[in-house]
T-cell receptor
Framework: KAGVTQTPRYLIKTRGQQVTLSCSPI?????VSWYQQTPGQGLQFLFE???????NKGNFPGRFSGRQFSNSRSEMNVSTLELGDSALYLC????????????????FGQGTRLTVV | AQRVTQPEKLLSVFKGAPVELKCNYS??????LFWYVQYSRQRLQLLLR??SRESIKGFTADLNKGETSFHLKKPFAQEEDSAMYYC???????????FGAGTILRVKS
């Protein structure tokens, strides 16, 4: 079974640009979450999607957005990039029953390393 | 408030010594607690989940609701245990994880 796949693995962008990161969850997983990992702040929750609906959102500015498609693949977008957005962005997927009772742990991708210059 | 505290940034022990990585949490309900591990150049992966009550790679963790703790223990550390360890809680409803700051475990020979 293929794991969570994130593309691209590395990105270098200039301040002010925007970026889109992609995440393909494990087959059958409908819950997808995104996290930002930095040396200073650690792992911080960005948002979570289930069946194309955003279910939870972290404390990030509106420049950070995401979406989920009908095949459960997810994208996150960061607009007007700032130097402080440089981080490893992790995606995680989980299998969940239709009633919303989560039954598996989160499986993580290898991340996308974003560098803003 | 939802918070996970791992008081040690770095824990350095000798091979064969006991290990205890501390984790305390703050949550008003009954969360699920996890330990995740990140080995060098590898993805974050689950080590333990409190509801399964398993021992993985010799590690155990007991949820103490009275002390709101979920400490990770291993009686005899191995060099291959060297990694970053994260304690995390999942609040009821959804799949959001709240992580602690992480503890680097360094096992010396």
């Amino acid at each position: 079974k293929a794991g969570v796949t994130q593309t691209p693995r590395y990105l270098i962008k200039t301040r002010g640009q925007q970026v889109t990161l992609s995440c393909s969850p494990i087959s059958g997983h409908r819950s997808v979450s995104w996290y930002q990992q930095t040396p200073g702040q650690g792992l911080q929750f960005l948002f979570e999607y289930f069946s194309e609906t955003q279910r939870n959102k972290g404390n990030f500015p509106g420049r950070f957005s995401g979406r989920q498609f009908s095949n459960s693949r997810s994208e996150m977008n960061v607009s007007t990039l700032e130097l402080g957005d440089s981080a490893l962005y992790l995606c995680a997927s989980s299998w969940e029953t239709g009633t919303g009772h989560t039954v598996t742990e989160a499986f993580f991708g290898q991340g996308t390393r974003l560098t803003v210059v | 408030a939802q918070r996970v505290t791992q008081p040690e940034k770095l824990l350095s022990v000798f091979k064969g010594a006991p290990v205890e990585l501390k984790c305390n949490y703050s949550y008003s309900g009954s969360p699920e607690l996890f330990w995740y591990v990140q080995y060098s150049r590898q993805r974050l992966q689950l080590l333990l989940r409190h509801i399964s009550r398993e021992s993985i790679k010799g590690f155990t963790a007991d949820l103490n609701k009275g002390e709101t703790s979920f400490h990770l223990k291993k009686p005899f550390a191995q060099e291959e245990d060297s990694a970053m360890y994260y304690c995390a809680l999942r609040p009821v409803g959804g799949n959001k994880l709240v992580f602690g700051a992480g503890t680097i475990l360094r096992v010396k020979s």
